[in-house]
């Protein structure tokens, strides 16, 4: 099996436990905020997941979105799990701004003509592991 | 306030209850099967409900999940909570196969020039309300 989540780390490593790891990751120069929950088991969907995995994992998602929110006060979070690259459970957590280079769309459409901001801050990563920290 | 989800039943409703609702959509025509699980609340972000709130509405995402997965089969789930047009909590839940209009780019990309096969089944709509009342 290739897959390159399970061999690679997209970005710089927030947290990570024996279950998952949090990424902000490197190759989205529009967000710089854009992080993922990454599953370590290589599984496919959700409902692949025990009820306390899928729990453990959400909440992780939850306190990414809210150490996102934290530190960037972006005008919405936007949340997915595709996979249909790799299907190796990974959560998208995304903070959007009115003025970034998709929205109102997803970051997945196609860019606005004249693009848009990046929102980041200094030290971004240090910033998002010290509010991740910081929760319950 | 003029909140499209505060107002409309964009679908066919296969479940409801005083927390939420879930739709089967009516306007993917590339996406016969495509559900949105709707907070009845006006909310915008996963992180403005309380810890129980966010567990039951994710509970009823997998539910969906499962029964999509029961009565279509598909190649891999899809699962999303945007929000940027309407910020009032949904996520859609949305089966995808290999050879459908966008696979395997998100359904928000660019549709592949020739389209793709619509996947649907006789009665969706009842199956799948089957397919969510047989679960725990």
């Not at 490593?13 to 998952?20: S, T």
């Not at 409902?47 to 306390?52: Q, R, T, Y």
């Amino acid at each position: 099996m290739n897959c390159e989540l399970c061999t690679t780390l997209p970005g710089v490593e927030l947290y990570a436990d024996a279950k998952l790891r949090v990424i902000l990751v490197d190759n989205e120069p529009d967000y710089p905020g854009f992080c993922r929950v990454i599953w370590r088991e290589h599984v496919a969907e959700m409902s692949d997941l025990v009820p306390a995995d899928r729990q453990y994992l959400m909440d992780w998602v939850w306190r990414v979105e809210a150490a996102l929110r934290a530190t960037l006060n972006p005008d919405k979070i936007n949340l997915a799990s595709l996979g249909n690259v790799v299907p190796h459970l990974h959560w998208h957590v995304i903070p959007r701004f009115a003025d970034d280079a998709h929205f109102p769309a997803p970051v997945w459409a196609a860019k606005k003509p004249a693009g848009g901001v990046a929102h980041g801050a200094p030290d971004l990563a240090g910033r998002l592991r010290a509010a991740l920290a910081a929760r319950p």
